[in-house]
């Protein structure tokens, strides 16, 4: 009987030391990947409406993505321009570069000439994308105004779906051309003598999204359609940077892969950024590692065969400028805790691959605040999380070993737990630690190592987790939101941190050299 104890303990001890979870991750600052762009913390935004029966809710419920939640001028919380201000704060807080708009989906119904001069004259039509009516008194001196006091770049998609490629020049230059023409000198007439010099526009959104997409095209209609609109707008102002819509619908053949090479064949010449859109995609959140593993290497994959799509295209068509990719539409959407490690894993995922990815845009603005019908906008963990990076991961995107157990789903093999990127910053000498704990039950310690140099000064690790995953955040808890700080303890060159279960933490230190 003892013996077997004996057995049992020691089968035991075995099985906890063959899971036991150490790990190494090497930085060395000299294995640069590229620059991080401060556009990929962009976000997106367009009035998506829903009603009640579309949410599953009784008919009367009816929510309004801008009008009534972040745009309301009878609201005692709206600037002078009829902004939410909860909102325009926390963009400042997030240091929100850009903001692509005016959709997404609406904005290939859209008429941006409806949305101009004094409102009381605007048309009111149907939402044709998402249902109800719109007012258009978010227009496009209104979004401009919006992005002024945010601070961030306006980013206009024009409308290659139902539009016309006329409307498309005519926007350009009611943006941008200093005057003495038509729409130039409706601008001034409206308020805004000056150009708004609007430097990146969209060609179309989800343009290959047969199901959805109003004016949807095939991959030879677009890029003839994009062409000329390129040819067009470029002719009211040269200097404006194009984003080529690429493929959106990931019908399981793969003819998105082909809609990339076509789009990149026939306008790569145009372009600047070629779109990609992804919203997490790991399955049902009951299913944890399916969830975190597929979501993530899925993300990954697209940004990698996306990026090789690219680099091919370029070399068969010698084309002379770089074209990067632009994520302009990403995001997940659970209102606990299981949005928050997806949004830092795609966030890893643009850190990871700088020196293609060169814009991105949060979908939506205003679920980067969560809100309480009854009290009102808080920051949840999805803020702390978005603002850890875009605060802190602005410099060089720097290589990372990692050597550390890894998982498995039905679909990917060898998922590594720790989901790693570092960034660092020749003007502070700072090096910032991004690690993602995917396991679900078990703390991971790892030794982070930098190959170039000791670390100096005191570290600091910011963490962000919950206990209940599926909790959803409420209003009464945003005190516990707040990410906790700790001191992360090294010495000379090796920093050794246990990286709690299901968890992000960001680890910040100083080189000494
Ligand atoms: O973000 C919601 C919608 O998702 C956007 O309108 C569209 O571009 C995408 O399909």
Redesign the pocket.
């Known amino acids: 009987m003892k013996k077997n104890i004996l057995i049992l303990l020691l089968a035991l001890l075995l099985g906890s030391t063959a899971f036991a979870q150490n790990a190494t991750i090497k930085i060395d600052i000299d294995r640069t990947i590229g620059e991080i762009d401060p556009n990929i913390y962009g976000v997106?935004m367009?009035p998506?409406h829903f009603n009640g029966a579309r949410m599953g809710l009784p008919d009367s419920v009816d929510f309004n993505t801008l009008y009534g939640t972040l745009y309301d001028p009878a609201s005692s919380k709206a600037n002078e321009d009829g902004f939410i201000k909860d909102y325009i704060d926390a963009m400042k807080e997030l240091k929100i570069t850009n903001m692509r708009w005016p959709?997404?989906?609406?904005?290939m119904g859209y008429d941006w000439k409806d949305g101009i001069g004094s409102k009381d004259q605007r048309p009111t039509r149907i939402n044709l994308?998402w249902g109800g009516k719109d007012n258009n008194h978010v227009g496009t001196d209104e979004w401009m105004k919006l992005n002024k006091s945010i601070g961030s770049e306006n980013v206009v998609a024009v409308n290659l779906g139902l539009g016309s490629i006329l409307d498309a020049a005519y926007w350009v230059e009611y943006c941008n051309y200093k005057g003495g023409t038509y729409y130039s000198d409706l601008r001034a007439k409206n308020g805004h003598a000056a150009p708004y010099n609007v430097k990146i526009w969209d060609l179309g959104?989800?343009v290959d999204?047969l199901p959805?997409e109003l004016g949807h095209k095939n991959a030879d209609d677009y890029v003839e359609t994009a062409r000329e609109a390129a040819k067009a707008m470029k002719a009211v102002d040269p200097s404006i940077k194009l984003v080529g819509s690429g493929s959106?619908y990931y019908e399981p053949t793969g003819k998105w892969i082909d809609w990339n090479r076509k789009v990149l064949n026939g306008i790569g010449d145009k372009i600047d950024y070629l779109s990609i859109?992804r919203?997490w995609e790991g399955g049902s959140p009951d299913n944890y590692y399916a969830y975190m593993g597929d979501g993530a290497m899925d993300f990954d994959e697209k940004i990698k065969i996306v990026a090789g799509q690219i680099a091919t295209a370029s070399v068969q068509n010698d084309f002379k400028h770089p074209i990067h990719l632009s994520v302009d539409?990403w995001?997940a959407f659970a209102r606990n805790f299981m949005a928050v490690l997806p949004i830092a894993q795609c966030l890893n995922s643009f850190i990871r691959h700088a020196d293609v990815v060169k814009m991105a845009n949060f979908?939506?603005l205003t679920s980067l605040l969560s809100n309480d019908p009854k009290n009102g906008t808080f920051k949840s963990p999805v803020f702390y999380t978005f603002k850890a990076f875009s605060n802190n991961c602005i410099g060089t995107s720097v290589d990372t070993y990692v050597s550390c157990d890894t998982f498995g789903t039905a679909q990917y093999r060898g998922i590594p737990y720790l989901d790693v990127t570092a960034v660092y910053s020749k003007e502070t000498n700072k090096i910032v630690v991004n690690v993602i704990n995917r396991h679900q039950d078990k703390a991971i310690t790892a030794d982070v190592i930098s190959a170039s140099g000791n670390f100096s000064g005191k570290a600091e690790a910011s963490i962000v987790n919950s206990d209940d995953l599926k909790a959803p955040f409420d209003f009464a808890s945003q005190a516990q939101y707040i990410p906790v700080t700790k001191e992360a303890k090294f010495s000379g060159n090796k920093l050794t941190y246990t990286f709690p279960p299901h968890s992000f933490t960001q680890i910040k230190a100083s080189l000494a050299r």
């Open positions: 997106f367009e998506i959709g997404g989906n609406f904005l994308a959104n989800e999204g959805w959106s859109h919203y539409e995001g979908t939506m």
